[in-house]
């Protein structure tokens, strides 16, 4: 036994070995630790720029237009002449042309008689506007009311300042409307080398574009010169009919990708009540829904931008400032509920949850967790109810 006792103590620890070699290892897994963050579901698609007001300036008459030497990009001062339209080279107004053009300027006075009341009931809202914020900004002082009911008071009164000038500008393009109606009866009637009728622009702003920049024949109403206000920007994003029900005014939106830093913000201000189809790169038909958002920071930061141009819009539909984070890779089905898989003493454990909102890379835990557990952010098939795990 003396001489065996060493080979079979050799034997056992060989034997030893070997089932230690053979038994499975610990699975290594990738972990994350469960935290308190922000999580924000958002809405995201391509928009463009817009130019929130513009106006295409056409010609009042039909006849022989000069050159326009006005190009895209120059600055154009209200009433500035922006075209020159002299008596058609054929034959000037005939009396049916002549009394066509009387009926338009009577329509043009009636039409700034018009724009004229707009403005009155829209200075008056205005007012009404400005008494309520008062109101509102003096009962927040005493505490009777809340910051919101202030913040919508001054919202309704900025509304009102925005809808005076907007009626503001549409009664000035009324009155140049009636000027120019009036300069086509002055001047009906004389030969080709007679009076020329001067297009003027009806406010402020920058050419945009020249549809008919080469001297020749116009007809009446035909477009010459398009003008706007650069700096009077909106956004226009198209998003699919299922996800504009869940936007509506006042959703706050961020602006990324715009070619500059660093992300814009914007309101939504109208989700338009009409959908339509679209059919998208992949040749699949889509309902989508066009939502327009006014950029809310300040206009140097995006000084740069101008009509046209493509940016990347997120809608925030929901958003938590202080709410238990999970990572989705960890999450799978479980029944009809949501589990993931917890390491505790070296070993994964099976736990279903609640979960509130899921975002793309976060969910919302509303039970089953707690701060600081650690979970295995990427299972894969070898993992299971109590196996041994490792994490890398």
Same mark, same amino acid.
């Given at each position: 036994?003396?001489?065996?006792?060493?080979? +079979?103590?050799?034997a056992?620890?060989?034997?030893?070995?070997?089932?230690?070699?053979? +038994?499975?290892?610990?699975?290594?897994?990738?972990?994350?630790?469960?935290?308190?963050?922000?999580?924000?579901?958002?809405?995201?698609?391509?928009?463009?720029?817009?130019?929130?007001?513009?106006?295409?300036?056409?010609?009042?008459?039909? #006849?022989?237009?000069?050159?326009?030497?006005?190009?895209?990009?120059?600055?154009?001062?209200?009433?500035q002449?922006?075209?020159?339209?002299?008596?058609?080279?054929?034959a000037s107004?005939?009396?049916r042309?002549?009394?066509?053009?009387?009926?338009?300027?009577?329509a043009?006075?009636?039409?700034v008689?018009?724009?004229?009341?707009?403005?009155?009931?829209?200075?008056?809202?205005e007012?009404?506007a400005?008494?309520?914020?008062?109101?509102a900004?003096?009962?927040f002082?005493?505490?009777f009311?809340?910051?919101a009911?202030?913040?919508?008071?001054?919202?309704r009164?900025?509304?009102?300042?925005?809808?005076?000038? =907007?009626?503001?500008?549409?009664?000035k393009?009324?009155?140049?409307?009636?000027?120019?109606?009036q300069?086509?009866?002055?001047?009906?009637?004389?030969?080709?080398?007679?009076?020329?009728?001067?297009v003027?622009a009806?406010?402020?702003?920058r050419?945009?574009?020249?549809?008919h920049?080469?001297?020749?024949a116009?007809?009446?109403?035909?477009?010459?010169v398009?003008? #706007?206000?650069?700096?009077?920007?909106?956004?226009?994003?198209?998003?699919?009919?299922?996800?504009?029900?869940k936007? #509506?005014?006042?959703?706050?939106v961020?602006l990324?990708?715009?070619g500059?830093?660093?992300?814009?913000?914007?309101?939504?201000r109208?989700v338009e009540?009409?959908?339509?189809?679209k059919? =998208?790169?992949?040749g699949?038909?889509?309902?989508?829904?066009?939502?327009?958002?006014?950029?809310?920071?300040?206009?140097?930061?995006?000084?740069?931008?101008?009509d046209?141009?493509?940016?990347?819009?997120?809608f925030v539909?929901?958003?938590?400032?202080?709410?238990?984070?999970?990572p989705?890779?960890?999450?799978?089905?479980? #029944?009809?509920?949501?589990?993931?898989?917890?390491?505790?003493?070296g070993?994964?454990?099976l736990?279903?949850?609640?979960?509130?909102?899921?975002?793309?890379?976060?969910?919302q835990? +509303?039970?089953?967790?707690?701060?600081?557990?650690?979970?295995?952010?990427?299972p894969d098939?070898?993992?299971?109810?109590?196996?041994?795990?490792?994490?890398?």
């Amino acid at each position: 036994m003396r001489k065996r006792l060493p080979l +079979l103590l050799f034997a056992l620890a060989l034997l030893a070995a070997l089932i230690y070699g053979f +038994l499975p290892g610990p699975v290594p897994v990738d972990a994350a630790t469960i935290g308190r963050g922000r999580l924000a579901i958002t809405v995201d698609e391509e928009g463009k720029t817009r130019v929130r007001e513009r106006y295409v300036v056409s010609t009042p008459v039909a #006849g022989h237009a000069r050159r326009i030497d006005l190009k895209v990009g120059d600055a154009i001062a209200a009433g500035q002449a922006v075209a020159t339209i002299e008596p058609a080279r054929s034959a000037s107004l005939d009396p049916r042309v002549r009394a066509q053009a009387g009926a338009q300027a009577q329509a043009a006075r009636a039409a700034v008689q018009a724009a004229r009341d707009t403005v009155a009931a829209a200075a008056a809202e205005e007012r009404l506007a400005q008494q309520e914020l008062a109101r509102a900004e003096a009962l927040f002082k005493d505490h009777f009311v809340a910051q919101a009911a202030v913040d919508q008071a001054r919202s309704r009164h900025q509304a009102a300042q925005a809808n005076r000038q =907007s009626t503001q500008q549409n009664a000035k393009v009324a009155e140049y409307q009636l000027a120019a109606a009036q300069a086509t009866l002055m001047g009906a009637g004389q030969p080709a080398g007679g009076d020329s009728v001067r297009v003027i622009a009806p406010v402020a702003g920058r050419v945009l574009g020249v549809p008919h920049e080469s001297e020749g024949a116009v007809q009446a109403g035909q477009a010459l010169v398009e003008i #706007g206000n650069a700096d009077s920007l909106e956004v226009v994003v198209e998003v699919l009919s299922t996800a504009a029900v869940k936007i #509506g005014p006042g959703t706050p939106v961020r602006l990324d990708r715009w070619g500059g830093e660093p992300s814009l913000d914007a309101v939504v201000r109208v989700v338009e009540p009409a959908g339509f189809t679209k059919v =998208s790169a992949l040749g699949v038909e889509e309902q989508r829904v066009r939502v327009v958002a006014d950029i809310v920071t300040p206009r140097p930061v995006w000084s740069k931008l101008a009509d046209g141009y493509r940016v990347e819009a997120s809608f925030v539909v929901w958003e938590g400032a202080d709410v238990l984070l999970a990572p989705t890779s960890a999450l799978f089905r479980h #029944g009809q509920d949501w589990a993931l898989f917890v390491i505790a003493d070296g070993r994964a454990r099976l736990r279903p949850v609640k979960l509130g909102q899921r975002g793309g890379l976060s969910a919302q835990v +509303l039970e089953g967790l707690k701060a600081g557990e650690v979970v295995i952010a990427r299972p894969d098939d070898r993992v299971a109810d109590g196996v041994r795990v490792e994490p890398r």
